[in-house]
């Protein structure tokens, strides 16, 4: 029995269309998000009063919903910033050098070293933490800056951040917004993002060496990427160098040992972080610890709050979607057995429009891209799982595989491979303008797109 469409209803899926719109035209759509609450609220509580309060309700709902995700990111990069600081970044990236002798080996290893990092300090603060300590060694070898750049953007920005199954802020988002477990979208769209991966990956390397081989790229002077030893302490660098690396390592020890996942593994990520923020700034500044890590910690949720403060309003919006937020910001006035507006959704879809596999596993790596388009990735996510919601109700597929697939193409697009305002984190190291670096990257995310989703349409 399908459930009665409410003004509420309309409204919702008028104005998700409407965001829709202004993504592809590259607008922000913070102003539409609040707008869409402000209606659905006139409707739903019939006055002004009610529609306004409704607005910031919406932002506390999205703000339960993430503090998490925001919390660890936040720490993690005060610590980053620390070790930077200190010049351990430089003694951790060191070893890695003295293994890259070729071209390839120096494109896989930085990518590879970069994957890793990213999953625990996140892709931005991993640029600046090995960045430029490795470019000028993958310079020497012979690999051009561009190659450098696209390796980091492709394994970083790409691969690390569309899986985070460290910190976990991705799959997060887009399983709360689905409805399932965290655990779920990431086991269950392991295959997704190990084609994605793969595909993309090779399509990067196979257009580079030919761009090599035809001399299409022009290698720069070795000169003008010479690094400097910044160790100021290098004591406390040479252990935090050691201690660090081993800490996360027991981190990942004691998730497989203890079983911990989701809210769990991130919350001992980010209590090893605050533990070496602590320590480290105690040993370094003594008397002045007190006072320095609070810079550092304001620096990290300064960071935290740029990434996610524009992300609340559009998140608010779009929780709406769900039963429980729904209820939470607009007291019980669903129909009788609704499960949400977009599962009712989905139950409307079921029954007028031919949905199947591959419909919609195209749709979703579809609204995923376009959410993608803002060049954040991160801010379409609560879309891609409300959709992905939408179409595992209607057809009976795997909501957490549809809800890894959109969350690939959105952090793919947006989260800093293709979007060129969202590759200056590796631009700003390598110098080289964003457009040409998005140019380089368009190609083989493209491929890796359009293959995983003809993966996903065989397995969902």
């Known amino acids: 029995m399908l459930i009665s469409i409410t003004a509420a209803h309309l409204i919702y ?97 930085i990518g590879i070293v970069m994957l890793l990092v990213s999953w625990f300090f996140w892709p931005s603060p991993a640029t600046a933490l090995i960045g430029a300590v490795l ?129 769990d593994a991130t919350a001992l990520v980010g209590g090893t972080a605050a533990i070496v923020l602590c320590v480290l700034c105690g040993v370094l500044y003594k008397k002045e610890a007190l006072e320095k890590i609070a810079e550092y910690i ?37 129909p009788a057995g609704s499960m949400g507006i977009l599962s009712d959704m989905g139950l409307l879809l079921s029954s007028s429009v031919a949905l199947n596999k591959p419909v919609a596993a195209i749709l979703e790596t579809t609204i995923g891209a376009i959410t993608g388009l803002d060049g954040s990735g991160f801010s379409g996510m609560n879309l891609a799982g409300s959709i992905a919601k939408v179409f595992g109700t209607a057809i009976n597929v795997s909501i957490a595989k549809l809800c890894a697939l959109g969350q690939i193409a959105a952090i793919w697009v947006g989260g800093g491979t293709i979007i060129p305002w969202a590759v200056i984190p590796v631009a700003a190291i390598t110098g080289i303008k964003p457009m040409d670096i998005a140019r380089k990257n368009l190609i083989p995310v493209i491929i890796g797109l359009v293959v995983t989703t003809i993966v996903a349409m065989f397995i969902l």
């Open 298 to 334: 304001k620096k990290g949720f300064a960071f935290g709050m740029e990434i996610f403060g524009p992300i609340l309003p559009i998140a608010g919006f779009f929780y709406l979607g769900e039963v429980g937020p729904f209820t939470t910001v607009f007291g019980d006035i669903l």
């Open 135 to 263: 470019l000028p060694v993958a310079i020497r070898v012979g690999l051009p800056v561009i190659g450098f750049a696209v390796a980091m953007n492709i394994f970083g920005h790409g691969i690390g951040l569309s899986t985070d199954f460290i910190i976990q802020g991705a799959p997060t988002i887009t399983a709360t917004s689905g409805g399932v477990p965290v655990v779920d979208v990431m086991y269950e769209g392991i295959p997704l993002y190990a084609v994605m991966a793969v595909v993309t990956v090779a399509a990067s390397y196979i257009i580079l060496k030919r761009d090599m081989k035809t001399g299409n790229i022009i290698k720069p002077q070795v000169e003008m990427y010479s690094v400097e030893n910044t160790i100021k302490h290098p004591k406390i660098a040479k252990w935090a160098a050691i201690i660090v690396p081993i800490l996360f390592l027991l981190d990942i020890i004691a998730m497989f040992a203890f079983n911990l996942v989701g809210g």
């Open 13 to 109: 899926y008028i104005m998700v269309l409407v965001i829709l719109g202004f993504m592809l035209a590259r607008k922000e759509t913070i102003i539409p998000c609040i707008v869409g609450v402000f209606l659905i609220g006139l409707a739903a509580k019939g006055s002004v009063v009610g529609a306004t309060r409704a607005i910031f309700d919406s932002f506390i709902v999205a703000g339960i919903e993430l503090i998490s995700v925001i919390m660890i990111i936040s720490v993690i990069v005060a610590m980053a910033r620390l070790l930077e600081e200190v010049g351990a970044n430089y003694l951790m990236a060191a070893p890695i050098a003295k293994i890259i002798k070729t071209p390839d080996a120096a494109f896989f290893t």
